[in-house]
């Protein structure tokens, strides 16, 4: 039988060459979005994704973009990041498909790289592959992709394995072109997510241990990265330190980095009973207990050091990045997240790729002894594969909504105080006060300064009725944090509602000296002064708002209100009321029967009487349509009022949606 293999010389077919290196990059990018296409279902969790996108004045106001790269209002300085929530949200606004799909296809791209980058480690495309897999499917991956807030991470990820091979590329072409891509992708990546601030370190493994550079020319090359890592330090450290609370003591900083790194370790071998937030250890230098991880790990590092011409540059680089990506976050330096738990999956998003590398160079290593070895490796990797799909596709649930996310910790975390207060405000969206109400005493039991739990016990307990206790509960928050806007402002919106003005008026003052991007605290103050009969001081307040929040529209809507309908001559402006209404109701694409009602006021006090009743005609058309028939009654005798020549004459607005 005549022999199928070409002849020795042949060439193989124009563009093979092309394609049998593409497929496998197009194969890991489809198990990626056929595995993660389940958290395309998933909703918000209202842990973080609320801070950056939801509930964000960023993403709504006008200036926004600006604040995001020049301002302190974000939590954190991940302005690449936010920019991407900003861009969103002007596509699909508060709709989550979207920005889970970005998710998965950041992801998608990740597992490419990682595919590519060990390629051009040498890796044989075999390797490669499982390596890439194993990265794009592990259960540990599932919290970066299916929370929308770790975007961060997913972004940050993507600069630095573009970093990479920029670096590669600029040791073996010589090309200073190739070393800025890498300058400029670090920065991106730190811009994306501060914690990928050690990657230089990464790089100067690399360097060393790969490509065997001289330490001198490593040193002069990393120089530059390093420098900009303490600035991101620097910076990341001047954000942080408003969220550092308790760290743990520095005697047993390293006990702890150790015993990390061993979970995480034991993790990503056998990834059984993942939580998104795992409990919070008690490590004492005092409780021999926690010197075995350190004491492993020593032994470990000296049987490396011993057998590190055996194992190869490619392992040990691979070992390096493992360490150098979670060093920030090993707990020996003080961040925020510690005051909640000590470790957590989306730390090892990226990390987790130099032990993957490495396991794919000790996968060749033992294919090219025995070809009965490559068989069974390939066999027992595309079991162990197969096993961490299905436990993905299992545990993507878990960020639905937050529900299940706390839910789901609270089954193996039970007393997590951050779950009992992520369920309560999951029951205030639902409007079930008495389960919201429980939650957050049992979050403020466990750890009773809880800045969420208790603002959010304090509104369940006002809309139970129970003034009282929810004016005490606040009063209690503003002591515990003296210096949070946010806490004054809703007790000042008690305190309005409970019709104690002087109060309220003093928290809203509070508020804004605080945080002047706190539009609500405004619109709070100026409503106490209008009810107050003073609405040139209201007129000013509201002034004051705009320019620290351009376009709001409830202060908009309410300037353009007192202008119009304020009993003292000096104060009503007839043009200008109209201005600001109108401006209000394109905003609102003239669909807010309030704003429309407002709008209408302000042509009937600039005489525009014929606009004036169209104007509240469509209002209360609109208000009929939409059920509120006692609000459709109130505006059509508005409507009448205009009709007869009679302007609107008001010192609280009275029309309510009913």
């Known amino acids: 039988m005549p022999s199928k293999r070409a002849p020795r010389g042949a060439r193989a077919p124009a563009g093979a060459g092309t394609w049998n290196a593409r497929l496998p990059a ?76 970005v998710n998965v296809a950041l992801h998608a791209v990740n597992a490419t790289l990682v595919l590519l980058f060990a390629r051009a480690l040498r890796l044989s495309r075999r390797a490669a592959v499982v390596v890439a897999l194993l990265f794009a499917v592990h259960p540990m991956q599932v919290m970066s992709v299916a929370w929308v807030a770790e975007r961060n991470n997913l972004l940050s990820a993507l600069f630095c394995l573009l970093a990479y091979p920029a670096w590669l590329r600029s040791r073996r072409s010589h090309r200073s072109g190739w070393y800025l891509a890498s300058l400029i992708a670090f920065v991106a990546a730190c811009l994306s997510k501060t914690a990928v601030l050690t990657l230089p370190l990464a790089l ?34 001047l954000y942080e330190q408003t969220y550092i609370a308790n760290p743990p003591p520095v005697a ?31 490590v004492w230098v005092a409780d021999w207990r926690w010197w075995p991880p350190l004491l492993g790990l020593l032994a470990v590092a000296v049987l490396i050091l011993r057998f590190r011409r055996r194992l190869g540059g490619v392992v040990l680089f691979g070992l390096a990045h493992f360490i150098a990506l979670l060093l920030p976050v090993l707990g020996l330096v003080a961040y925020g997240n510690l005051e909640l738990t000590y470790v957590s999956d989306h730390y090892v998003y990226f990390a987790v790729a130099g032990l993957l590398v490495a396991l794919g160079f ?51 975390n039970p007393t997590c105080f ?107 103050l100026a409503t106490c002064q209008r009810a ?56 609102t694409k003239h669909q807010d029967i309030l704003v429309l009602d407002t709008l209408a006021a302000a042509y009937a006090e600039a005489g525009r009487f014929d606009y004036a009743v169209a104007t509240a005609q469509q209002a209360a058309e609109l208000a009929r349509a939409r059920g509120f028939l006692k609000t459709a009654a109130a505006v059509a005798a508005c409507r009448e009022q205009y009709r007869g020549g009679r302007p609107l004459r008001e010192t609280r607005t009275n029309l309510v949606l009913e």
């Not at 197009?26 to 973080?48: E, H, I, K, Y």
Request: glycine share 8%; charged share 20%; with cysteine.
């Open 26 to 101: 197009a194969a890991v990018a489809l198990v990626v979005c056929v595995v993660f296409a389940r958290s395309l279902g998933n909703g918000w969790t209202g842990w973080d994704d609320g801070a950056y996108i939801t509930d964000s004045p960023l993403m709504t106001e006008r200036g926004g973009l600006l604040r995001i790269w020049a301002s302190r209002e974000p939590a954190q300085y991940y302005p690449l990041t936010l920019t991407t929530f900003w861009i969103e949200y002007r596509l699909w606004g508060e709709r989550p498909l979207g920005y889970h799909a």
């Open 204 to 237: 100067a493994a690399l360097d060393t241990l790969v490509l065997r550079a001289p330490l001198r020319s490593t040193a002069l090359r990393t120089a530059p990265l390093f420098a900009l890592a303490f600035s991101f330090a620097a910076l990341t450290a």
């Open 532 to 587: 107050d009969g003073d609405g040139a001081s209201a007129v000013q307040t509201l002034r004051a708002g705009l320019a620290a929040a351009p376009g709001n529209v409830p202060l908009m809507n309410l300037l353009a209100r007192i202008l119009a309908t304020d009993p003292d001559d000096g104060v009503r402006d007839g043009a200008q009321a109209v201005q600001f209404a109108e401006q209000t109701a394109a905003a």
């Open 418 to 524: 951050a779950a009992h207060a992520g369920l309560g405000e999951h029951h205030l969206a639902g409007r079930e006060w008495r389960d919201a109400a429980r939650h957050f005493t049992r979050a403020l039991e466990i750890h009773p300064d809880t800045r969420n739990a208790l603002l959010g016990l304090g509104r369940a307990q006002a809309e139970l009725g129970e003034i009282a206790d929810a004016q005490r509960t606040y009063e209690r928050a503003a002591a515990v944090y003296p210096r949070d806007a946010a806490i004054r402002l809703s007790a000042g919106r008690l305190h309005l509602a409970a019709g104690n003005r002087a109060q309220a008026a003093a928290h809203f003052h509070t508020a804004i000296e605080l945080d002047v991007h706190q539009p609500l605290a405004y619109l709070g």
């Open 362 to 412: 000790g996968l060749d290593a033992l294919r090219m002894r025995s070809r009965g070895w490559g068989v069974a490796l390939v066999a027992v990797a595309a079991g162990a594969i197969v096993a961490l799909a299905v436990l993905t596709l299992r545990y993507i649930p878990t960020f639905q909504d937050g529900r299940a996310l706390w839910s789901r910790t609270l089954a193996g």
């Open 252 to 282: 047993s900083r390293p006990l702890l980095a150790a015993t990390c790194l061993w979970f995480y370790v034991g993790k990503l071998l056998w990834p059984a009973e993942l939580l998104p937030v795992y409990p919070k250890w008690a």
